[in-house]
């Protein structure tokens, strides 16, 4: 979603580490579960499906990093799958 779009109802919880020199990851410093991907040089933040509650709609298009799956990973649908990150992400 567009970055200056979301808004943190009660972020006393939500921590920002910079994961890497491209991105920050938020998650939540009780339970460690991670919650938005923030690249630094992007207008958006990518806020993971899991963390939704209600029904979203949402549908897989791709897998990405798939040549970086565990061996007990299956991917059986058609989707296409990728061995790095969708092309304009980083």
């Given at each position: 979603m567009?970055?200056?779009?979301l ?14 020199e ?5 998650f ?19 806020i ?13 298009i791709?897998?990405i990093y798939?040549?970086?799956k ?7 649908d058609?989707l ?11």
């Amino acid at each position: 979603m567009a970055k200056d779009a979301l808004v943190i109802v009660a972020g006393k919880s939500l921590e920002w580490f910079a994961s890497s020199e491209f991105a920050s990851r938020g998650f939540c410093r009780r339970c460690g579960s991670s919650l938005f991907w923030l690249p630094n040089a992007q207008e958006y933040v990518s806020i993971m499906a899991g963390t939704l509650d209600e029904s979203t709609g949402l549908e897989a298009i791709e897998h990405i990093y798939a040549g970086d799956k565990g061996d007990y990973y299956e991917l059986t649908d058609d989707l296409p799958t990728r061995h790095g990150a969708r092309c304009g992400s980083a």
